[in-house]
């Protein structure tokens, strides 16, 4: 795999100069790999890893297992398509084992999530059935374990 | 009668440190980044800890055999010859050891007494001159050049050896200078060493750390391999410099001899440490990938700056230091280390903390975080245009 693709998954924030250095490639060809990347649809987008828990913003999140008839041709994915729409879904997955879709939703109160699934989730053709369960606490999220910055804590020793 | 009297004149004699007052001046400084400290940055991966911690629940709290547990022993060797091609006996050939530093040391001292010579190309680790004097014998120093990229070349080696040469130090991936020697290089060092009674120390603790080529043992070559002793550990290629685990493996008669002191002086290693080291060769080499990969991306970060910059610098295709020239900065090594610790707050180390011919070089130690090696080349590039000016 592309060692570019590895850096900016890690940290997004680089810029082609200093990708260019880690990598031993040119400027113009760092920039013209991440331009088709970005073409390709390979890198998707890019986003910040936020520690809301940290924040006075209020949200909750919860994890839905969902169950659904698969339909003739086109298998979940129809149906996946009418759930993913939705802003309040932040990510969807073909699972499997024993329900097919999960669905990660973020809303601002229990209230509002419950609602949603309720009215807009559960009440989908073809689902059969959900489970919602709440996120309490977030320890780690896309490799990043979310509590204070380590330090660096080595001792002089003479090697 | 004072004090000092009763200690060994060898011991006596034996200079502090330079590198102290560096640590002793960062040590109060907010902001500053040390790219000094010659150790991974990195944490022990946590499947290598968890078998730590893991053996200790399970009531691992004893001595193991003198020479370490069996189970570990066996798979240094697979591991050795999986990925180096040597071939050791884990009953006969191979002791675990407090670190690669205790390996170097009975290595040493079952080998050289007053009178005898051992040959170290310099710069290198600051431990093999120590434990040399503290046997008496004597150390005969190489030092290595720059327009050589620091590798021992055979013309040096044979201008050094004498009747007295009993032991011959390898320091290959180098500390300071991130220096490697290849399979041709090392064959022609080979042809001289072979046919004489001199014990080979191949310190190779940072064997995993190569960037291209892979690493080549000396001991790989059959003429030289019953007189070759390797040392080698995890500290480097597994981050776990804390849990102090390194091994030497050689000749039975060697090993035997060593044996004899370990067991007295040490006992045995670390007994959750060996537990965790099993752990590390059985299942640990993604996180070396990972860290080598992390590792080359901070080389390749330092070395085309300091290009840019104008300070001379070979590539450094091992370890993790780059070793560059400070000569058309006026300054000398210490002057250099020290003007840019107080001006720019980045610590790196005077070439001369390891052999008389590292003066004129810094080491930079690149196991740091990426973001600090990047704001570090901003200061040391701001600090070069302010002197060269």
Known sequence: ?159 | MKLEDMILNRVNNMPPSGIRKYFDMIYDMDDAISLGIGEPDFVTPWNIVEAGIYSLEKGHTHYSANAGIAELRKEICKSLSKNYGLNYDYNEEVIVTVGGSEGIDIALRALVGPGDEVIIPEPSFVAYKGCTAFTGAKAKIINLRAEDEFKLTPKLLEAALTSRTKVVIIPFPNNPTGAIMTREELSKIVDILKGRDIIILSDEIYSELTYGNKHVSIASFPEVRDKTLVINGFSKAYAMTGWRLGYVCGNKILIDAMKKIHQYAIMCAPTTAQYAAIEALKNGETSVYEMTSEYNRRRRVIVSSFKKMGLECFEPLGAFYVFPCIKSTGLNSDEFCEKLLKQEKVLVIPGNAFGECGEGFVRVCYSSSMDNILESMIRIERFIKQIKR
């Open chain 1, 1 to 159: 795999m592309d060692e570019i693709l590895e850096i900016l998954e890690k940290n997004s924030n680089y810029t082609v100069e200093q990708i260019g250095k880690m990598t031993g490639r040119t400027v113009e060809e760092v920039s013209q790999a991440i331009k088709e990347y970005e073409e390709k649809n390979i890198i998707a987008g890019y986003s910040a890893l936020i520690n809301w828990d940290s924040t006075s913003k209020e949200s909750v999140l919860a994890l839905i297992e969902v169950k659904i008839t698969p339909q003739r041709g086109v298998g979940f994915d129809k149906v996946a398509e009418r759930i993913y729409k939705f802003p309040e879904v932040k990510s969807c997955y073909l699972m499997s084992g024993g329900f097919d879709l999960t669905v990660i939703i973020e809303g601002k109160t229990i209230k509002e999530v419950a609602l949603f699934v309720a009215e807009k989730l559960a009440v989908q053709e073809y689902v059969l059935s959900t489970a919602t369960h709440f996120v309490l606490k977030k320890y780690k999220d896309k490799g990043i374990i979310f509590k204070e910055k380590p330090e660096d804590d080595r001792e002089v020793t003479f090697i």
